[in-house]
């Protein structure tokens, strides 16, 4: 869940940016390519393998105190400790609302 509250909404409202490649920042091995970013105007990012903008459930996700990432054209490269890693098969998490 995120570390503290969005400092422009209390809520942070996250909007889908691209897709996103989850890997092992210990081994550089690929967890997931099929993820989806999002982040909120006040720049705080979310990373999920669900689809929670669509109502859907969230599934593996991490919040931006664990993203280490680097974009190009859309794709974003997150390098995690998969220790990190939160489940949940809820649409919504506590302090996040995803836009469409």
Known sequence: ???????????FKMEPQGRA????????????????????KCRDFFACS?????GEPIFDYLTNHYLN???MSGIVTVHVDPSNNSDTSKSTIPGHRFMW
Do not use: E, R
């Open 1 to 11: 869940m995120g570390v503290s509250d969005c400092n422009l909404f209390g809520n």
């Open 69 to 71: 990432a680097a974009a």
């Open 21 to 40: 490649i989850i890997k092992n920042k210990n081994t550089g091995k690929t967890i997931n390519a099929h993820w989806t970013y999002y982040k909120c």
């Open 50 to 54: 669900g689809a929670p903008q669509l």
